[in-house]
């Protein structure tokens, strides 16, 4: 069986700093990405900067497609979804797919479309991105250039919806899983809160807004995918400028497990509760073959069964849990860590295994 690959969603207005963002995410990571480029009018300028950024081979340039004939969530079954297969079908296979979405695409169409009985099977969203740009938004608006916007509307061939602009980014933060506010090299510490207050203010929630400058983020590790306690122990430990972000992670590997609809339903209630970033790992359940894989970001659950490598770490009993946290706070950890032994199943003596 093959793995499911994940899938990450930025989307911001025109100039916001995507491309910025994804050239950093590509020169640090060192997965194989296939991307989904969807730009208008200036037609393959992102593709080519994100080609050009040393880290694509150019015999593999076809691991960049580049959609510029209408938006992205308006042509979802021409465009979006054969765009996805061809990324699958990708030799030698792609890890993890991008999704770079205009300003103009709303989001909730195309996180559906990822949903389409065609791909669904090898795909999940892991992540979705909103990047906004810190200036302008200081300056009262989610957008530096309102004739360039408009102008990119009037380019644009295939567009079926005409959404306002305030609708537009209402939806673009209401399902961003984190939020990047880019040009935080030119804010200082209280515009910056300024701008997250706006942001989390018009939100009504408490995800994550954090410093992006010059696509440089603190968080890349978030979009690393393998599964190492050590990764996030280096990372935490390390010197960083005096106002990065503070985290704290922790591992567990327990004999406690719940059944897939019972997991997802008491995890979205402690997430209600807690102050989580991110929670990746894997349950065994008794009389299941195979794992309950588990990828969180934010409130954002993913799970599903699908094989785990032989050299990974099994619970006696076919019954237990091995879970990597983030959070932004310890006492959260020492919580959700309390609420798995009251919320959840358990065979034998629990027993922490690290
Ligand atoms: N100072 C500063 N400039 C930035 C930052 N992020 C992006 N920029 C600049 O802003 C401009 C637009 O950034 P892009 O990354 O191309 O923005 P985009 O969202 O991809 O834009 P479109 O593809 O046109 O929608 C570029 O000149 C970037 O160099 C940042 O964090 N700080």
Redesign the pocket.
Known sequence: MKKKIPVIVVS??????????LRYLLKESNKKFGLIIN?FG?VG??GD?IKSCDKCDESEDDCVIELNNGCLCCTVQDDFVPSIKALLEFNPPIESIII?T??LALPIPLIQALNWPEIRSSIYLDVVVG?VNGESMLNGSPINDLNKITKQYNETDKIDHNATIDELFEEQLEVSDIVLV?????LNDDQFDVVKNKIQGSLNSSTPVLK????KIDLNYLFDFNFKKETYKEFLTEEHDHNHVELVSDSFKLNYFLEKNDFEKEMSKILDELNILRIKGRIWIPNKSLPLQIQIVGKKINTWFEEAPNNCWRPNDNAGLELVIISFDEKSIQTFNKKIKEKFKILSDPKIAI
């Not at 880019?182 to 030119?186: A, F, L, M, N, P």
């Not at 992006?212 to 696509?215: E, L």
């Open positions: 911001g207005f025109l100039g916001s700093g995507k491309t910025t963002f730009e200036d300028i992102d900067l770079e205009s300003g990047i880019s040009r935080s090299d030119i992006s400058k010059n696509g």
